[in-house]
């Protein structure tokens, strides 16, 4: 929302405030400002002049050069091409040393041997337009004798007052709760309690004009569900013309370009209360009737840009008994667009389902400033003050007759919220930690437009925000001052500063990962169907691409690790910390945590890869890890596993199948469940006072056996002497029997209380060797 200063001091007087300190006490009272752009630093130096001679250049057959009045004893002489001048013409004078908008600067010199001690400006060099100044041309210079008065502006003044410069204009973020302050009337309300400054909120002045809508115009409404209520009434004998200096400038520092008076007018009190407006020409409307109803399922109009729309069911149309003439809320119908020859208008004014509007335009890819105000929900009050403001401008600038009376239909009542609420100061100043008077919290909510009677507190109709005391506490607490809340009033106590268990734990996957050579990625949440057909599903996607929630994090990695190897990347390891979704019962989908590590290219093989995830794990403090095999679609069928903790699954690994992609190695580990794994910080453990007794042991099993249940096996039979065990070969062939395979393990035995003999290590072994038999039919190799 784009807010003029000049148009905000008509409410609350706010002249000796600095852009910066406008901004920050404004956005320190909740209405965030995102900037600030004080237009008169646009241009420099360039004055309103008159041409008071003009010849011809001596060496060119198109060049002029003028003398031109500036203020000053004496007249300045510019030479310029422009074919649109006479004398007495009333322009801008760009002099020595001046500026143009974009930083252009502007110096004396010579012009084929003469003098010229600045330039005449046009339009285009000024980044203005026809629509700024309607009576002037754009291939010529801007002549403002139509805007100049003598009794406003001298010769000599700063061009940034008629060209309408001299003003600042704050961008604000309006949160979607508060609809209130798009418009220049909400944020007076707040910039005058922020500033504790009077505010001066003049009602309109109802124009009861001649004859009786009711002989003029009916409204029907035949969806009240969509329609709570219809305002509206009739302008005769329009004139459609330029709109005045004040008015178009008003709303192009708003970012809004002038078009006609009756446009402008709609478009100035959308600005100035936040009600949306339209002009339907009279003639256009059949039997001089509206109904506001649903449109027909394949019914199709044009609206004002000229492109046919098909529309169904639950679309509102605003119709006469024929056809529709507008869609409502979003944009009017091009049948019954203002032209240079209308006579006779219905300026409309209503209230439409915000939901109803924002689907409309969403459908039908036609966001307007209309339905992004109707789709955050408006004040139904404020319609009929609304339509008589645009009858007092019209009245004002002499743009049509006034028909008398008003059509005012009601659809469905709206019941308003936050009415007769308990202030609850004892419990406002315990949320908030803070010590302030009932006093200035009757007063702060009283001068935001509250109903206050004793210690109950209505909200007007237009804060639909409000239901509850806690909300009431909101408003005080931001004009109080979030500031000079101290932390520890605010909080009861200082706050304990730090990153949580899965912060602290997250972190550190990132700096394992980043140490063992792999690069961060970061991809969305959002997928499409196929990539998560067990998804949970978006309400209102942005495409078909973006309908579902990951349920896994392997389609994104692999769109990375494909981007990557289009680009030239031939070898890649890649990483990404990020939240898969899973449907549960409850309305929303269940969170999980998970990495993904990729790996691909030159040097990368199974074993490796296994290695680091293995490394990674073991820095992690992730203890019992277990490997057992898996058949997941998405892998490998002989190359993957699952990767278990605390006999918990907590993630899988291996290489993707090579359908999809060929040799390319995927980790993805359940952050959530190795959290819960994650062994406690490592002590100082000593040196071994004693040696080990370290034995091999080669087995012979069948093929079927893996490596993983022999090495449990061996543990489980070892006992507490039985120190470390590690796999290191494994051979088929010659001298082991077919369907076998021979499998061989280092053992290390170590008793922390004596040495141990050969005949300990030798029973132990025996042990092993029986346990490995009984357990899974292994016998040792001769």
Known sequence: MKLSREWLNEFVALDGVSDKEFADKMT???????????????IKNIVIGRVTEIKRHEDSDHLWVC???????????????????????????????????????????????????GMLCGLEELELDTHDFPFAIMDGIL?????????????????????????????????????D?????????ESAVTFNKPLNLPEPKSVAGTDDVANWLTVEIAAPELCSRYSARVVKNVKIEPSPRWLRRRLRASGVRPINNIVDVTNYVMLEYGQPMHAFDYACIEGNKIIVRRANDGEVMNTLDGNPRKLNPDMLLITDPTKPIGLAGVMGGENSEITDDTKTIVLESATFNGTSVRKTALALGMRTDASSRFEKGLDIDNTVPAVERACELISQLGAGEIVGGISDVWGSKIEKSGQNLQLEPNKINALLGTNISTEFMLKTLADLGFSVNGEKVSAPSWRSDIEHWTDLSEEVARFWGYDVIEESELLGSPAERGLTVSQKFKSKVKELALSLGYSETMTYSLTDAVNAPDGPEVINPLGEDKSRMRTS???????????????????GKLFEVARVYWKSEDSLPVEQEFLILAAYG???DFYGFKGGVEELLAKLRIGDITWEAEQNPSYHPGRQAKIKSGG???????????????????????????????????????LPKYPAVLRDLALVCDKSVTVYALENAIRLSGGKLLESVEFFDLYEGPQVPEGKKS?????QFRDAERSLTDEIADEAMSKIISGVKEALGAEIRK
């Not at 909740?30 to 237009?39: F, Q």
């Not at 994090?553 to 070898?571: F, H, Q, T, W």
């Open 28 to 42: 320190m009272s909740g209405s965030i400002v995102e900037g600030t752009d004080n237009l008169s630093e646009k």
């Open 67 to 117: 003398a031109v009045d500036i203020g000053k004893d004496e007249p300045v002489t510019i030479v310029t091409g422009a074919q649109n001048l006479k004398v007495g013409d009333v322009v801008p004078a760009a002099l020595h040393n001046s500026f143009l908008p974009g930083g252009t600067k502007i110096t004396k010199g010579k012009i084929r041997g003469v003098k010229s001690e």
């Open 143 to 179: 002549t403002l004798n139509a805007e100049f008065d003598d009794a406003e502006f001298s010769i000599g003044d700063d061009a940034n007052v008629i060209l309408g410069f001299d003003d600042s204009v704050a961008d604000f973020e309006i949160t979607n709760n508060r609809p």
């Open 181 to 189: 302050c798009l418009c220049v009337r909400g944020l007076a309300r």
């Open 553 to 571: 994090m392997l389609p994104s990695m692999l769109e990375v690790v494909k981007r990557n190897i289009d680009y030239g990347n031939a070898n």
């Open 602 to 604: 030159a040097g990368v």
């Open 648 to 686: 918990n699954l907590a993630g899988v690994f291996g290489q993707v199948h090579p359908s999809i992609a060929d040799g390319v190695y995927v980790a993805e580990i359940n952050i959530n469940e190795a959290i819960r794994y994650q062994s406690a910080e490592p002590t100082y453990k000593p």
């Open 743 to 747: 499998v061989a393990f280092s053992l």
